[in-house]
């Protein structure tokens, strides 16, 4: 006897489910406006130390150290396309995990693993808003702190732009892959504040990688994001690359194929032991 | 045969019996503690990796010839950028810490439901509150001893200082730091969602107190706000004390504004703590999460 199922999964199908899911988490977001306020002051109120502590180094505004690392002086507009990079690495890498894990709090995870959308699907809807809204406290963020601080891109913000969307896909892999950690272990937040505070440092988000003590620039060179985070800056602020940017695209572009196809064999690896124990509920 | 009409309470408060109270709060506090072994780690990572970033970044911007390093060195005459950096960020996540531990301690009491039986037993109420501080102290104790350690071992930061005068800092700013920490758990009971206040007050400190640089380097309107709060003079009594060998005669112009506010906060931090206990009661919001 054939199995029947009364869903007709098709393309269409699945564009509804995502653009539900969106809806539903855009509504959420607004309900809770401080949330937008703290967005886009919190990386600033970060950022404010550097920028003092970057005068104590420098003459006559100048950060001539600095410069000798990345052959660009303005350390503001270095560190700043660091935090808005930072804000969606962190949206893509983190937020997949941590919608499940709000899931699986509010008790709708069992429910929502029920429809017949693709669980893939299912992640990358999660992140459609909040991609969105990143985008937005971003561009408010990089104006005020333009005003504050002064931000001065001298390069195409197009190709940097382009530069930065395989690094971002290829981070849906890693976000996939953590998403089932998350599915697995049932606790979220010591692992993404470590390891974000690790990523990023060892990335160079505030600072040039070369900069690193010698031991630890092999660690940072493996990660791709290093590379994406100096390519794009190569583009718009023209700073001294790792390696020339062409080479750096392709790499960035290999990681995100790697990527996505390694991280969706995790998730699934796991979801299926996570079903398999019965413990898709638990929290 | 008369029948008294005054209510009686088989409760006989007195000060015996509020410190047994403030004990028994301080044994729970720390019995939860030692339940949740993750403290462990965050005892070792934490105070490394939050000024870490920092240190890095200034790492970078002394460059390859450490030529931007003989300008911090002008600018604040401190020759160990690490060690700076260090006691400034270390000040901050104290603030944090208590900020989220004893900041939150009655909400998270009224979380879990607990918050009104306890009002209900005749006790000091102001118990429940101090008796969160005690733990506190000795996990922040830990952690200021281990950030020492580990930057001691892993960056050769060493102390120039009387460890007597830095302890001297410390205990001087217990009062500010926990006074405010009783302020702000009061008005949480309150407002209840107040994650948002967090970010406030530290972001204040990060912006205003010097933690990686001289307040000097501020605007002057910024130096004038930076005097109002006590962690400024905290960070900077804590550097005299830790590498310029300062002794109580130097340090007297960071003590005594410190221990100023620390009157301020901790009367302050009570007398909300009265308000939002009568207010509580009488709007019996203390149940409502």
């Known amino acids: 006897m054939e199995l029947t199922t009364l869903s007709q999964p098709s393309l269409r199908t699945q564009l509804r489910a995502l653009f539900v899911i969106a809806r539903k988490d855009w509504k959420v977001f607004w309900r809770y406006p401080l949330n937008a306020v703290s967005n886009v002051f919190q990386p600033i109120i970060w950022i404010t130390p550097v920028y003092f502590m970057g005068k104590a180094f420098s003459t006559d505004g100048q950060a001539l150290g600095f410069a000798a690392y990345t052959g660009s002086g303005d350390y503001m507009s270095y560190i700043l396309i660091g935090t808005v990079l930072t804000n969606f690495i962190m949206t893509v890498f983190w937020g997949m995990g941590y919608a499940l894990k709000n899931d699986m709090d509010s008790g709708v995870l069992e429910s929502n693993w029920l429809a017949p959308v693709s669980r893939l699907l299912i992640l990358i809807g999660r992140t459609l808003t909040s991609m969105l809204t990143t985008t937005i406290t971003s561009i408010v963020m990089l104006v005020i702190a333009g005003a504050l601080f002064g931000f001065k891109p001298t390069g195409s913000t197009f190709a940097a732009i382009l530069t930065a969307i395989p690094m971002l896909v290829g981070l849906y892999g890693f976000g996939f892959a953590f998403a089932g950690i998350v599915l697995l272990m049932r606790e979220a937040n010591t692992m993404v504040d470590v390891g974000s505070f690790l990523v990023q440092g060892f990335s160079g988000t505030n600072f040039p990688v070369r900069s690193l003590p010698y031991w630890l620039i092999p660690i940072s060179l493996m990660l791709p994001l290093t590379y994406g985070l100096d390519a794009v800056r190569g583009l718009l602020l023209k700073t001294n690359t790792l390696l020339p940017i062409p080479v750096e695209v392709v790499i960035l572009i290999a990681f995100m194929f790697v990527m996505l196809w390694i991280g969706a064999q995790i998730f699934y690896r796991i979801e299926r032991r996570v079903r398999t124990l019965g413990t898709l509920g638990q929290h | ?289």
Request: aromatic share 16%.
């Open chain 2, 1 to 289: 045969m008369e029948t008294s009409l005054i209510p009686r309470s088989l409760g006989q408060p007195g000060l015996l019996s509020d410190i047994r109270a403030f004990l028994a709060v301080v044994r729970r506090e720390w019995t939860i503690f030692t339940r949740y072994p993750s403290w462990i780690i965050a005892l070792f990572i934490w105070p490394l990796i939050f000024p870490m970033m920092y240190i890095l970044t200034a790492r970078a911007l002394s460059g390859p010839d450490e030529s931007g390093l003989a300008v911090f060195i002008a600018t604040t005459g401190a020759t160990d950028y690490i060690g700076y950096i260090i006691v400034g960020t270390t000040v901050w996540m104290w603030q944090n810490i208590v900020l989220w531990d004893v900041g939150f301690a009655l909400r998270n009491e009224q979380m879990r439901g607990t918050l009104e039986s306890n009002w209900l037993s005749p006790t000091w109420r102001f118990s429940y509150l101090l008796g969160q501080t005690g733990p506190q102290i000795v996990s922040m104790a830990m952690f200021i001893g281990v950030t020492a350690l580990e930057f001691g071992i892993l960056f050769g930061v060493r102390l120039n200082g009387n460890p007597w005068m830095i302890g001297l800092m410390m205990l001087a700013a217990i009062p500010a730091i926990y006074g405010l920490g009783f302020a702000f758990a009061s008005l949480v009971i309150t407002v209840k969602e107040a994650n948002t206040f967090v970010f406030l007050i530290r972001g204040m400190v990060m912006i205003f107190c010097g933690i990686t640089f001289p307040v000097a380097i501020l605007p002057a309107w910024m130096q004038s706000f930076a005097k109002w709060l006590p962690q400024t003079y905290l960070i900077h009594g804590m550097r005299a004390a830790a590498f310029s060998n300062a002794g109580v005669n130097e340090l007297l112009p960071d003590l005594i504004p410190l221990l100023s506010f620390g009157g301020f906060w901790l009367i302050v931090g009570y007398f909300t703590f009265l308000w939002m206990e009568r207010r509580a009661r009488k709007t019996g919001a203390i149940g409502q999460y």
